[in-house]
């Protein structure tokens, strides 16, 4: 289900921050991390594997592998979610901006987190998402 | 990381495969669509893509193989895919994709 765009709320939980730089190669490191922060909140297997994918997808809704900057993570672990909130900090004073997201993008994300949005355009942009865990791991 | 990615080739039967090992994602991605459009380059109009020993796939991965199975109809082919973990099937069935590809359960049946 899509977010309506607004930012979830920051309520609580732990948050484990990660920053990168948009490097192809480095983007395992924001699904390394989800899975980890998944797996501390306990998540099932096949949620974790669901959120490591939905994390991946979040990154390629904002930018490309020709993108030059930083990608800042936000991880928040609560009772019952995790909330991935991913900012593309754009490097130089180009026309460079966040993409928007191309439809197998987002039509994954629809299928496996509860909610995903998206803030802002044009040169600095987040996207997030929440994944609740199921009932049967609570 | 990308340390185990591995692309190889078998043109022993009647239709080539192209195996994969590993996550296939953004920073792996561009090595498959190379050796995918040489191979259509060269002539290989029909073929099989061996996924099943991927870990990982994302959309940068799909378009790849999408692109590919494009070229390969373009040239009077088809381009077919071999997947058995759940997984990954998952990733084509939630796009849907397993519309547009000849999914098979195993090398055999897609050299058949």
Request: hydrophobic share 40%; net charge negative.
């Amino acid at each position: 289900m899509s977010g309506n765009g607004s930012m979830p709320p920051a309520a609580g939980g732990d948050v484990v921050e990660l920053t990168i730089p948009v490097k192809a190669d480095l983007v395992v490191l924001a699904r390394l991390t989800a899975a980890t922060v998944a797996s501390r909140a306990g998540f099932g297997v096949e949620e974790i594997e669901d959120l490591r994918l939905a994390v991946e997808e979040l990154c390629l809704s904002l930018v490309g592998a020709d993108d030059n900057g930083r990608l800042r993570f936000a991880y928040r672990r609560t009772d019952d979610a995790v909330t991935i909130t991913c900012t593309f900090e754009p490097e130089g004073t180009g026309n460079q901006e966040a993409r928007t997201g191309d439809e197998l993008s987002l039509r994954i994300l629809d299928a496996l987190v509860d909610e995903h949005g998206r803030n802002g355009d044009g040169r600095e942009a987040t996207a997030w998402l929440r994944k609740r865990r199921a009932r049967s791991t609570l | 990381m990308d340390q185990t990615f591995e692309i190889t080739e078998d043109d022993g039967g009647s239709v080539p495969v192209v195996s994969v090992a590993g996550e296939i994602d953004v920073a792996t991605a561009p090595q498959l669509r190379d050796r995918l459009q040489a191979r259509v380059a060269s002539g290989s109009s029909t073929m099989a893509v061996n996924l099943l020993d991927v870990t990982f796939l994302d959309s940068t991965a799909l378009g790849v193989l999408v692109g590919a199975l494009k070229r390969c109809r373009e040239a009077g082919g088809d381009l077919r895919l071999v997947i058995a973990e759940p997984r990954i099937l998952k990733v084509f069935e939630i796009t849907g994709l397993t519309e547009v590809f000849t999914i098979c359960g195993s090398v055999d049946e897609a050299r058949r």
